[in-house]
Nanobody, 126 residues
């Protein structure tokens, strides 16, 4: 059974940093993974995506240069280091996994991922 468990969210001031963690149970090798976020009243959006072939990480323009996603296969863990946080980063953050590679250009489509964590809340105040 595949299970994803996020942690590390919290409330911070603008400009501060947070590191989110996602532990994956039951699946890790050869898995495409991604971080998404969803703010109240908005659609879920992709933040960072990592393919199963180790082809690098892709980021949403809104977080490029501030967020860094990484994975530790030995610990079956995915990380999202978030620096220079802004109020508009406030959202519930989710990690997602899929055993197949997303179709080209669709890494940020929630429908491409089969497994999801419960999410962790990030609140950034100005």
């Amino acid at each position: 059974q595949v299970q994803l468990v996020e942690s590390g969210g919290g409330s911070v001031q603008a400009g501060e940093s947070l590191t989110l963690r996602c532990v994956v149970f039951g699946l890790m090798d050869g898995v495409s993974m991604a971080w998404f976020r969803q703010a109240p009243g908005k659609e879920r959006e992709g933040v960072a995506g990592m393919d199963s072939a180790g082809g690098g990480t892709i980021y949403a323009d809104s977080v490029k240069g501030r967020f860094t996603a990484s994975r530790d296969s030995a610990e079956n863990t995915l990380y999202l280091q978030m620096n220079s946080l802004k109020p508009e980063d406030t959202a519930r953050y989710y990690c997602a996994a899929e055993s197949n590679c997303p179709s080209p250009g669709t890494w940020d489509s929630p429908s491409q991922y089969r497994w999801w964590g419960q999410g962790t809340q990030v609140t950034v105040s100005s």
